[in-house]
């Protein structure tokens, strides 16, 4: 009796033992998930790069059910993007169900506006894409070539007009590197968004814009705008020159697509993110939205991802340094 008493005294310790061990071991934890609904936010407009990437996100998370709550896509314009940055650093701080979309206006609006919610002031989720740059006039100039836009900027000094986001952003960088190292002048106008910026040259109020496909592909093809060239070898323009094809050697920064969340959000739900995002890239719908919109695939998190913002903000800071010297 006193044997059989120990015996199952022992199984019963064992098991407990085998349980604690269960919950001990990270990879068995209890999972963290977020609650009924989490929110998207941008400081882009409808439509604009950012704001097509955070509707994709939010399509495949719930046709595949990789994220069972409600996602909500809120485009907080306004300040310069002050405004979507501050509700989520500040306001939304430690709040695990807000994310905000990640481009370098992240880094760039803060180190132009020298405000106190910078880059930093986030955690860093996930860069999932890279969009290209094309360079896109309006279909009524008549500009065939990139020869054509230079000599008539040669022409006019400052009377080529470009479009585009916030200025600091790649575009506006990459043009005003096209301009120097062609010996010319552009006057750059700078819009709430993208998205703006394409409208504006549709009404001919701007002569080009360097966009991305995924906003600009869908009135080459009603033929009210016409690419010149192009940051990559394009599948979508068949024989359109790149600029290095050309000869142009200027510089041009990476126009990346991700997700930040606020500070102090528990590590588990960083991770449960992380996971999100590496499931989302398997999704047919992904993956059809990848290659219509012509995206670079390049996926960083973790530490890779902490010393790529490190580095892109130091990069940022000597860019609009120089810029700001030559004025």
């Avoid at 314009?77 to 939304?92: F, K, L, P, Y």
């Avoid at 992904?286 to 990069?315: P, R, T």
């Amino acid at each position: 009796m006193q044997h059989r008493l120990l015996v199952v005294l022992s199984r019963r310790c064992l098991m407990i033992l085998a349980a604690s061990l269960f919950v001990a071991i990270p990879g068995h934890a209890a999972e963290w998930s977020p609650g009924d609904r989490v929110v998207l936010a941008t400081h882009a407009g409808p439509g604009s790069g950012i704001d097509m990437f955070l509707r994709q996100v939010a399509n495949a998370w719930e046709k595949n059910k990789i994220v069972t709550s409600r996602i909500s896509i809120e485009n907080m314009t306004g300040a310069g993007g002050d405004r979507a940055r501050r509700h989520v650093a500040v306001q939304s701080r430690g709040n695990p169900n807000v994310l905000i979309g990640f481009t370098p206006q992240m880094i760039v609006g803060p180190l132009n506006a020298k405000s106190d919610v910078t880059v930093k002031s986030f955690t860093p989720v996930a860069i999932a894409v890279v969009e290209p740059m094309v360079l896109y006039v309006h279909a009524g100039l008549p500009w065939k070539n990139m020869k054509d836009m230079i000599s008539a900027a040669r022409q006019k000094p400052r009377a080529v007009l470009q479009g585009g986001g916030g200025f600091g952003a790649p575009p506006s960088i990459a043009g005003r590197d096209l301009a120097r190292e062609m010996g010319v002048e552009f006057s750059y106008t700078p819009f709430r968004s993208s998205a703006e910026a394409v409208v504006a040259l549709l009404g001919g109020h701007v002569h080009f814009v360097l966009e991305q496909p995924s906003e600009t592909d869908q009135h080459v093809k009603s033929g009210r705008l016409r690419p010149l060239a192009s940051l990559y070898p394009s599948d979508l323009y068949p024989g359109l020159p790149t600029f290095a094809s050309l000869g142009y050697k200027f510089r041009t920064l990476k126009q990346f697509r991700g997700l930040m969340a606020p500070p102090g959000i528990p590590p588990e739900a960083v991770a449960y993110y992380v996971s999100a995002m590496e499931r989302t890239r398997q999704t047919p719908e992904w993956k059809n939205y990848v290659k219509q919109n012509e995206l670079v695939e390049e996926w960083i998190v973790g530490a890779e991802l902490a010393a790529f913002i490190d580095s892109e903000e130091k990069l940022y800071a000597k860019v609009l340094a120089e810029i700001a010297s030559r004025k």
